[in-house]
């Protein structure tokens, strides 16, 4: 198993292509800074991809329907 979290999409894609041909086998989870790399990290082996900004939208939502 291994975490990704650089900041730069394309590093991100390049890292995961040299891991995965290191270790066919090996478990990827990503971080994708914006929705339109998600399937090319997905493409490149990466299996769990996060969008930061998306889990904090989300929190933010799910806080604010507490208080409804």
């Given amino acids: 198993t291994y975490q ?3 900041p730069k999409s394309n590093e991100n894609i390049l ?9 066919p086998n090996i478990i990827i989870g990503a971080r ?12 490149a082996g990466a299996k769990i991809i ?3 900004e998306r889990l904090g939208a989300q929190g933010i939502i799910d ?3 507490k208080h409804k």
Avoid: F, G, R
């Avoid at 929705?35 to 990290?41: D, M, P, Q, S, T």
């Fill in 15 to 23: 890292i995961i292509l040299t891991a995965k041909d290191l270790n």
């Fill in 32 to 43: 994708a800074n914006e929705e339109k790399i998600v399937n090319k990290l997905k493409k």
């Fill in 50 to 52: 996060v969008l930061p």
């Fill in 63 to 65: 806080e604010l329907s």
């Fill in 4 to 6: 990704l979290d650089t």
